[in-house]
């Protein structure tokens, strides 16, 4: 969504934790685990299930992030900023695609 343009990251983020009650946005989530980590188990998923692309098609923004080396929480930045890595529990601002 956020890729299409069609909702922001954070906008995203917010409408997962108060409309699905999750305690963290998927994209906050995935800043957080470390958007590498996060890259390779969706590899592994779609090299375990090949014939379920609506459930594995790999975000190219994640690919970019990734090699950009804006791992999420651990690097300081991924989809959004955090300023004490790994010591921080809230990220202190969007980056972007």
């Known amino acids: ?25 998927p994209i906050l989530l995935c800043d957080y685990v470390g958007l590498d980590t996060t890259l390779n188990i969706l ?3 779609k090299q375990e299930f090949p014939h379920e692309p609506a459930f594995f098609v790999l975000p190219n923004a ?3 992030k990734v ?7 651990k ?6 900023f955090w300023d004490d890595g790994v010591n921080s529990t809230k990220p202190t601002g969007v980056s972007g695609l």
């Not at 995203?12 to 409309?19: E, P, R, S, V, Y």
């Not at 090699?67 to 929480?73: D, F, S, V």
């Not at 690097?75 to 959004?80: L, Q």
Request: zero cysteines.
């Open 75 to 80: 690097s300081g930045e991924g989809f959004y």
């Open 1 to 25: 969504m956020a890729e299409r343009r069609d909702a922001s990251i954070s906008d995203i983020d917010t409408a997962m934790q108060l409309g699905a009650g999750n305690p963290m946005g």
């Open 62 to 64: 994640f690919e970019a």
């Open 67 to 73: 090699k950009a080396g804006k791992l999420g929480r």
């Open 43 to 45: 590899r592994g998923w």
